[in-house]
């Protein structure tokens, strides 16, 4: 079993519609909890980053972390067509540790 | 506007072959990743230097990959001999010690190996 299992997908929803995205973890070490986005031949690019438990809102975003159920998700508002991409979920034991990715999920948004 | 750049952006070779591949990191990063991606296995680490010195190799095969930074500004990860299983994309990504969560990843390799 991986140590973070996200579901590849892909999601395809319609443009407006609120996404959910899904990471599970195993390591109950894990403090920090990002979203990188990746889109199609591109590197992945930083979104969302939390510290512990609790939620993070920033624009159409909202990262939420239950550390108690080790589950993290990312909620998209509003969704646009130019959301559609890769989003991976990474975790880390600490500030200086080396992440651990989730395999991505492929968004789809139609217009 | 400061990025990651990689050299070649694709790059399709012969079984065999050695194959390099370079990474300029963002001035001031003194932290570097190399990471391969494929479909079936996702995003996962080579290796990460930081200030120029090694910290981990373990997620390479030893008997043909090789990273190193002469300097700096070039980070080179090089593979010899090549072989098909070794296709994938290859990135560089550079940050700061003690914010390894913020990463700056480039473009990406694309390597073929036939």
């Known amino acids: 079993q991986k140590e973070v299992e996200q579901d590849p997908g892909p999601l395809s929803v319609p443009e407006g519609a609120i996404v959910s995205l899904n990471c599970t973890y195993s390591?109950?070490?894990?403090?920090?909890f990002m979203w990188y986005r990746q889109y199609s031949r591109k590197g992945p690019e930083l979104l969302m980053y939390?510290?512990s438990s609790g939620n993070k809102e920033d624009g159409r975003f909202t990262a939420q972390v239950d550390k108690s159920s080790k589950y993290i998700s990312l909620f998209i508002r509003d969704s646009q067509p130019s959301d559609s991409a890769t989003y991976l979920c990474a975790m880390s034991a600490g500030s200086n540790y080396q992440l651990i990715w989730g395999a991505g999920t492929k968004l789809i948004i139609k217009p | 506007d400061a990025r990651v750049t990689q050299t070649p952006r694709h790059k399709v070779t012969e079984m065999g072959q050695e194959v390099t591949m370079r990474c300029q990191p963002i001035l001031g990063h003194n932290t570097v990743f190399w990471y391969r991606q494929t479909m079936m296995q996702g995003l996962e680490l080579l290796a990460y230097f930081r200030n120029r010195a090694p910290l981990d190799d373990s997620g390479m095969p030893k008997d043909r990959f090789s990273a190193e930074m002469p300097d700096a500004t070039l980070a080179t990860l090089k593979i010899q001999p090549s072989e098909p299983r070794d296709s994938a994309v290859y990135f560089c990504?550079?940050?700061?010690?003690?914010?390894?969560?913020?990463?700056?990843f480039g473009p990406g390799t694309r390597l073929t190996v036939l």
């Open positions: 390591n109950s070490a894990f403090q920090y």
């Open positions: 939390t510290y």
């Open positions: 990504a550079s940050g700061y010690a003690l914010a390894y969560n913020e990463q700056f």
